[in-house]
């Protein structure tokens, strides 16, 4: 049967190809979209394409053709079909490469490619978003101490950008991706939901609009518990005389200036680098950023070795401060699935077909 769809019909100017044996089609809104592609590829890539391809009716005398071929009706939004046959006909997945919205951009595509089970589509999604989301304490702190190599305070100095957390948390949660949360929402932590809010929907804030009302309580709970963390994290620098390091520096050699009682320069460089950490700067914008964008392992970072670090140590106290500070930011990363609530996160309900309207 012959079937006249070309009255609102759209030929895809690049995936309407005339040596394709298989005409699809999808609608979005009331303009039908027409694909003209290859049964064998399809069937290759997808073994749901691959069974209703083989049915019977396929092949019998009542199949729709269109154009002298035959046409599949798919119920899917054309724009997610587009995507699933641009990533089907382009090698290298350039949909993967915009860094920061990746994990937006390919929303509907792991959908319709989960729908018709086309592995390659979705394990390429997953290894991009693992690569962006580190799962590891040591790739964790590298990616943390990158970051914020190119941040003063909290703005940016140019230098690569965090991807967009909320779409990372949002893609990971419905396709079962859940290496990358502690990483996505620990970055989440770090905004301040006000912020994205307020000041219009500039590239750097989250995409809050994609949270569900459990993921933002994960959020506000998980911010709030970094908050205590970062406050904690000047505790670093007593830890030296809680061990039973050996200081190697002389006692009663310096003078007492009224600000510090400690007699050994350890003692006092340690006394002094905490003194004007807890200080500095004083201006209330620093210390709104401080609540508010509480990032622990950032301080950390900087207190083992950025600008709050403190003065000359002797090698034993040195050895002493340096594991204790790295201990801390391990201990940080461990806790990070309690800090968030991800113990309880519903890593395994069953995957999603198709959603729509989430992005
Ligand atoms: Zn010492």
Same mark, same amino acid.
């Given at each position: 049967m012959q079937v006249d769809t070309t009255n609102d019909a759209v030929r895809h100017p690049t995936l309407y190809k005339a040596s394709g044996d298989l005409v699809v089609s999808a609608a979005d809104g009331s303009a039908t979209h027409l694909f003209r592609v290859h049964a064998l590829i399809l069937a290759e890539q997808s073994p749901v394409f691959a069974g209703m391809l083989s049915l019977p009716t396929t092949g019998g005398a009542d199949m729709q053709t269109y154009d002298g071929a035959p046409i599949v009706h798919l119920p899917d939004n054309a724009k997610d079909v587009t995507a699933l046959l641009e990533a089907i006909y382009t090698p290298g997945y350039p949909i993967l490469k915009n860094a920061r919205t990746f994990a937006s951009d390919v929303y509907g595509l792991m959908s319709i490619a989960t729908k018709y089970e086309v592995d390659s589509i979705c394990v390429a999604i997953s290894a991009r978003l693992k690569e962006q989301w580190p799962a590891t304490r040591t790739d964790f702190m590298l990616a943390r101490e990158d970051r914020h190599r190119y941040a003063v305070g909290p703005f940016f100095c140019g230098g690569p950008r965090s991807p967009e957390p909320a779409s990372a948390i949002r893609l990971a949660t419905d396709f079962n991706i859940p290496e990358v949360l502690a990483a996505a929402y620990y970055e989440l932590a770090t905004h301040d939901i006000i912020e994205g809010d307020l #000041?219009? /929907?500039?590239?750097?804030?989250?995409?809050?609009?994609?949270?569900?009302?459990?993921? $933002? $309580? /994960?959020?506000?709970?998980?911010?709030?518990?970094?908050?205590?963390?970062f406050f904690e994290a000047v505790d670093v620098f007593d830890s030296v005389y809680d061990s039973d390091v050996e200081c190697e520096t002389v006692f009663d050699d310096?003078?007492?200036?009224?600000?510090?009682?400690?007699?050994?320069?350890?003692?006092?460089? $340690?006394?002094?680098?905490?003194?004007? #950490?807890?200080?500095?700067?004083?201006?209330?914008?620093?210390?709104?950023?401080?609540?508010?964008?509480a990032d622990p392992m950032h301080t950390l970072l900087k207190i083992y070795e950025g600008?709050?670090?403190?003065?000359?140590?002797?090698?034993?106290?040195?050895?002493?401060?340096?594991?204790?500070?790295?201990?801390?930011?391990?201990?940080? #990363?461990?806790?990070l699935p309690a800090i968030f609530s991800l113990k309880d996160h519903p890593f395994y309900t069953p995957v999603p077909r198709a959603r729509r309207g989430q992005h």
């Open positions: #000041w219009a /929907r500039d590239s750097s804030s989250p995409r809050w609009d994609l949270l569900r009302p459990e993921e $933002l $309580l /994960r959020y506000y709970q998980g911010k709030h518990r970094l908050a205590k963390e310096f003078e007492d200036d009224g600000e510090f009682t400690d007699s050994s320069a350890c003692r006092k460089a $340690l006394a002094k680098a905490r003194y004007e #950490w807890d200080r500095a700067p004083p201006s209330l914008s620093v210390v709104r950023f401080r609540l508010t964008d600008e709050s670090k403190p003065g000359k140590l002797c090698t034993p106290c040195a050895g002493a401060f340096q594991s204790h500070c790295v201990k801390t930011m391990e201990a940080l #990363w461990d806790a």
